[in-house]
């Protein structure tokens, strides 16, 4: 079997453009931090295909594609070349820029999950490597520039959309091993799955949908054995309870108050008669 969508030219044609946008965003990260033009284009060229470049690693398919695959490595370095020149424009068309984004999300997640099926892995490997594949990129660039990781420092919805994807993908390609679905289904299927997964990503920055945190909590249940071992263990801590010294009812000779003075100054005088 082979990855359905790299079967069509035409889906061919659409991850190339994809791969082109992410470096595009990648150069674009680089020259705001005011790097040279070769670092630009390294960074242009790891965002768009750093992670093809770990799965295909992982999974033992070397050289990767991000360096055996002249088409791909050249539309990453084109791209880094072009966003030197116009970056103020690629700096402004930032609703383009995140639909293709999403695009390239849903695209990367198809096709490292199936990639990763082709060499017989479980189905949570599957789901594993094809998130990487899709947030990969991104990830490098910004460990690479000194950023927190946009999967996240962004809030919205975005490596769920990846994982959702690539564990409708296994689905679809189980179908397809034992022969319930024709190719062209399979291709069909996949490409409803890139849509959703470009959905669920542009809904989720559109109506700020976001995961839920951590329960709010400020006092912790413990049992009441494990309280009086650390009364007992942990003298310095902040639940020691410190008792009042008091006071002591004998007084030591330098403590004792002073006499009051004389007001006749030490001279015994004799009362008049």
């Known amino acids: ?28 990260a680089a020259i705001r931090k005011q790097y040279d033009v070769f670092a630009i284009i390294i960074t242009a060229w790891l965002t768009a295909l750093g992670g093809g470049i770990i799965r295909d690693i992982l999974l033992g398919a070397v050289p990767p594609v991000g360096i055996s695959d002249k088409v791909s ?75 927190v990781p946009v999967v996240i420092r962004d809030r919205h919805w975005y490596i769920m959309p990846a994982v959702i994807g690539s564990m409708l993908t296994v689905v679809v390609w189980r179908w397809r091993a034992h022969a319930t679905i024709s190719m062209r289904m399979e291709i069909a299927l996949d490409v409803a799955i890139v849509v959703l997964v470009l959905v669920l990503r542009l809904c989720s920055v559109a109506f700020n949908w976001q995961l839920p945190g951590a329960v709010e909590r400020s006092q912790a249940h413990l049992p009441h054995r ?45 009362r008049p008669a």
Request: glycine share 10%.
């Open 73 to 147: 490595v050249l539309t990453a370095l084109i791209a880094g070349c072009v966003v030197t020149v116009i970056h103020v424009e690629v700096g402004r068309l930032r609703r383009t820029m995140l639909i293709i984004d999403a695009l390239a999300l849903g695209l990367f997640a198809v096709n490292g999950t199936s990639k990763a099926l082709m060499y017989n892995t479980s189905g949570l490997t599957a789901v594993f490597l094809g998130t990487f594949t899709a947030m990969g990129g991104g990830l490098i660039r910004d460990i690479l520039l000194n950023e």
């Open 226 to 270: 494990i309280v009086l071992k650390r009364h007992v263990h942990h003298h310095d801590g902040p639940d020691t309870i410190q008792h009042a010294q008091v006071p002591s009812t004998t007084m030591d000779a330098a403590d004792e108050p002073a006499p009051p003075a004389d007001p006749n100054g030490g001279v015994d005088r004799e």
């Open 1 to 28: 079997m082979e990855v359905a969508l790299q079967s069509s030219p035409f889906f061919q044609g659409v991850e190339y453009l994809a791969i082109f946008c992410c470096g595009l965003v990648g150069g674009l």
